[in-house]
């Protein structure tokens, strides 16, 4: 018995190893969770790597993407108007207009971040929702809405549904007008990125998604 217990042993750990690595990093699940199907900040357990933004994930090439966004007749661009053939930075859109939501690609040319902007202030229009955002359910929907209507309230849903920051960045331009605060969820691979100005309105609320890591 006992040379059948060291043989296992190596063969367990490895086997712990592993499964710690896909508990840190994440590991794409078989039924991803569309952020405009299901409610994404409502579901228990989740992390970015599970999350499908109009059918986008973090891990895909850039071919793949190219793919699943001419399913629903979008498109990829970048700064220069290059169909984002090599451009690190693109901007997702659909036939109608801009949807709110920028990707960034690695050195390897795999989707490493989805950036949305959901909800900005503008003088001449008012809050502004993106078109991506409108199409959120749940307290996720709740939780872009609160933000463009009442910050203490937006502020209190954010500790509830996403608990405490694993770390906050505050940017070293802050005013008395203006203040930019990021909130990173290590555990989820989120950023939660803030723009308030000297009212206490939310300038602009963006949301970014990113591998999951342990601070």
């Known amino acids: 018995m006992k040379s059948v217990h060291l ?5 367990l750990c490895c086997v712990l190893f592993l499964f ?21 900040f409502g579901t228990k357990d989740w ?3 599970g999350a499908s933004i109009l059918g986008l994930m973090l ?6 993407c190219f793919k699943v966004i001419l399913k629903w007749n979008g498109h990829l661009d970048d700064a220069a108007g290059q169909r984002c053939i090599k451009a690190r930075s693109c901007y997702v859109s659909r036939w109608d207009g801009y949807t709110g939501m ?5 050195d390897n040319d795999d989707l490493e971040k989805i950036r949305i902007e959901a909800c ?4 001449t229009r008012g809050d502004s929702i993106s078109w991506i955002a409108r199409n959120f359910l749940g307290e996720t929907s709740r939780f872009v809405r609160l933000y463009s209507e009442d910050l203490t309230d937006a502020e209190n849903l954010r500790a509830q549904i996403l608990g405490h920051p694993s770390s906050v960045k505050r940017s070293n331009i802050q005013t008395i007008d203006y203040a930019h605060n990021e909130y990173w969820y ?6 939660v990125i803030l723009d308030v100005d000297n009212n206490r309105r939310t300038e ?5 998604f990113i591998r999951p890591h342990v601070n």
């Open 120 to 123: 900005r202030f503008e003088v």
């Open 47 to 49: 992390n970015s790597t």
């Open 186 to 191: 290590g555990r989820l691979g989120l950023v």
């Open 20 to 40: 710690l690595c896909s508990e840190i990093h994440g590991q794409r699940p078989s039924s991803p969770l569309e952020i405009t199907e299901v409610d994404l």
């Open 7 to 11: 043989l296992t042993m190596p063969t």
């Open 102 to 106: 920028s990707i960034d690609f690695d």
């Open 59 to 64: 891990g895909m090439n850039r071919q793949d």
């Open 204 to 208: 602009k609320l963006v949301l970014e």
